[in-house]
């Protein structure tokens, strides 16, 4: 194997394979980089990764003197590609039949010598499934930033490290809670079939690495081989880059009877004012400890800290309609939520203090609606995204 790329194109094609890598791969081959060069086509090299939960392949451009294929570690690697100087990369394998023992990588006055892992050992990656439809990259990066915020991080509790993905016809709706807070956004894509209804459980992690990588993609394609358990697959491809998931088993929490249908009050404030204002008054916040919010009319105050402690205030301009309400968050979830929104006004719905609120875009002071870009929505049309939070209980 023989071959030579650009630097730059060689450490994002690295980055990209090599970010599914296991940590503590159950079998040594799994922690290695698969290289495979091909001449023909005017000169490919292809990356893969595989640790038979998720598969990532990118294909790049380059210069092929010898076809070949090398199995090499795939962190040493990528450490070496981010370090190279900026000049053409040469790699070449030697020390004996069928790929070599060592792979060697020149660039400039740098060189390294790479010890190679048994490649006849190393796993097929999944065939893609069936295509069930596309989206645009930064549509789709967009919403799953929106929504993969409010997955659970407690792997004790696997179903709720997944983002449900519920496609009916030409809607996809993403949801994801970890039991303090929901996330639900739905957005439009163009499916394979007019007619397609299908639900997936993705590993809310493994969704956000893939979405922010192909976020500047003109097209990826989703495919999906829903199965029961724990067979299902789904890809994604887009950009010369593939990649494969297992589906999460297990029942995702009725999410849609949470959401309230009616709300005895609405608050429109300006989204960055209150994203600093939270900011501020959450610096005397201990942890667990919640900031409070006073909503009367035409105004928000803010609170944190009580008794001996450290206390801060601050209010802010806002809109009411209904009844005056306090109401308690913890800090980090709701400046999650804010920041999730996409929109200059945020509008904040509630039922009751120990009741959950739902936060939405709002396209100005008066609260209209914004649509998941931002953009005022038409009147009646629910906000394509949704951030509903649990409130703190207020002792006394």
Same mark, same amino acid.
């Given at each position: 194997?023989?071959?030579?790329?650009?630097?730059?194109?060689? =450490?994002? *094609? @690295? +980055?990209?394979? %090599?970010?599914?890598?296991?940590?503590?791969?159950?079998? $040594? #081959? !799994?922690? /290695?980089?698969?290289?495979?060069?091909?001449?023909?086509?005017?000169?490919?090299?292809?990356?893969?990764?595989?640790?038979?939960?998720?598969?990532?392949?990118?294909?790049?451009?380059?210069?092929?003197?010898?076809?070949?294929?090398?199995?090499?570690?795939?962190?040493?690697?990528?450490?070496?590609?981010?370090?190279?100087?900026?000049?053409?990369?040469?790699?070449?394998?030697?020390?004996?039949?069928?790929?070599?023992?060592?792979?060697?990588?020149?660039?400039?006055?740098?060189?390294?010598?790479?010890?190679?892992?048994?490649?006849?050992?190393?796993?097929?990656?999944?065939?893609?499934?069936?295509?069930?439809?596309?989206?645009?990259?930064?549509?789709? =990066?967009? *919403? @799953? +930033?929106?929504? %993969?915020?409010?997955?659970?991080?407690?792997?004790?509790? $696997? #179903? !709720?490290? /997944?983002?449900?993905?519920?496609?009916?016809?030409?809607?996809?709706?993403?949801?994801?809670?970890?039991?303090?807070?929901?996330?639900?956004?739905?957005?439009?894509?163009?499916?394979?079939?007019?007619?397609?209804?299908?639900?997936?459980?993705?590993?809310?992690?493994?969704?956000?690495?893939?979405?922010?990588?192909?976020?500047?993609?003109?097209?990826?394609?989703?495919?999906?081989?829903?199965?029961?358990?724990?067979?299902?697959?789904?890809?994604?491809?887009?950009?010369?880059?593939?990649?494969?998931?297992?589906?999460?088993?297990?029942?995702?929490?009725?999410?849609?009877?949470?959401?309230?249908?009616?709300?005895?009050?609405?608050?429109?404030?300006?989204?960055?004012?209150?994203?600093?204002?939270?900011?501020?008054?959450?610096?005397?916040?201990?942890?667990?400890?919640?900031?409070?919010?006073?909503?009367?009319?035409?105004?928000?105050?803010?609170?944190?800290?009580?008794?001996?402690?450290?206390?801060?205030?601050?209010?802010?301009?806002?809109?009411?309609?209904?009844?005056?309400?306090?109401?308690?968050?913890?800090?980090?979830?709701?400046?999650?939520?804010?920041?999730?929104?996409?929109?200059?006004?945020?509008?904040?719905?509630?039922?009751?203090?120990?009741?959950?609120?739902?936060?939405?875009?709002?396209?100005?002071?008066?609260?209209?609606?914004?649509?998941?870009?931002?953009?005022?929505?038409?009147?009646?049309?629910?906000?394509?995204?949704?951030?509903?939070?649990?409130?703190?209980?207020?002792?006394?």
């Amino acid at each position: 194997m023989k071959f030579r790329v650009e630097r730059d194109v060689l =450490a994002e *094609a @690295v +980055a990209w394979a %090599a970010r599914s890598l296991p940590q503590r791969p159950p079998v $040594p #081959v !799994l922690a /290695g980089l698969l290289l495979e060069a091909d001449g023909s086509g005017g000169g490919t090299l292809r990356l893969s990764s595989f640790d038979y939960e998720v598969s990532a392949r990118v294909e790049v451009e380059a210069s092929v003197g010898e076809d070949g294929r090398a199995l090499v570690s795939g962190r040493l690697l990528a450490d070496i590609a981010r370090s190279l100087p900026p000049q053409p990369v040469e790699f070449a394998s030697s020390g004996g039949a069928g790929g070599g023992t060592k792979v060697v990588v020149t660039c400039g006055s740098a060189r390294f010598t790479l010890l190679t892992l048994p490649d006849e050992e190393y796993p097929a990656l999944p065939d893609m499934p069936g295509a069930a439809g596309t989206f645009t990259g930064a549509a789709f =990066a967009g *919403a @799953v +930033a929106q929504v %993969a915020v409010a997955a659970g991080r407690d792997d004790t509790l $696997p #179903v !709720l490290t /997944g983002v449900r993905v519920e496609i009916e016809g030409d809607a996809v709706t993403l949801a994801a809670t970890d039991r303090y807070r929901l996330a639900v956004r739905t957005l439009p894509w163009s499916p394979a079939q007019p007619d397609a209804s299908s639900v997936a459980l993705v590993p809310a992690r493994t969704l956000t690495d893939t979405a922010k990588a192909l976020a500047a993609a003109d097209e990826v394609v989703v495919a999906l081989a829903a199965g029961s358990g724990g067979e299902g697959l789904i890809g994604f491809d887009g950009a010369a880059r593939r990649t494969t998931s297992r589906l999460l088993d297990g029942e995702f929490p009725k999410y849609r009877s949470l959401l309230p249908s009616e709300s005895s009050s609405r608050a429109t404030v300006h989204t960055a004012g209150l994203v600093e204002a939270v900011k501020r008054v959450a610096l005397v916040a201990e942890r667990n400890t919640p900031v409070r919010l006073a909503f009367t009319d035409g105004e928000v105050r803010l609170e944190a800290g009580t008794g001996d402690e450290a206390q801060a205030s601050e209010s802010l301009q806002a809109t009411l309609e209904g009844d005056p309400i306090t109401i308690a968050f913890n800090p980090g979830y709701l400046l999650d939520g804010l920041g999730a929104i996409d929109a200059s006004y945020a509008r904040m719905s509630f039922t009751a203090p120990t009741r959950p609120a739902v936060i939405t875009g709002a396209a100005g002071p008066g609260g209209d609606e914004a649509d998941g870009d931002g953009e005022g929505a038409d009147a009646g049309r629910p906000s394509d995204y949704r951030y509903l939070l649990m409130p703190v209980r207020l002792s006394g």
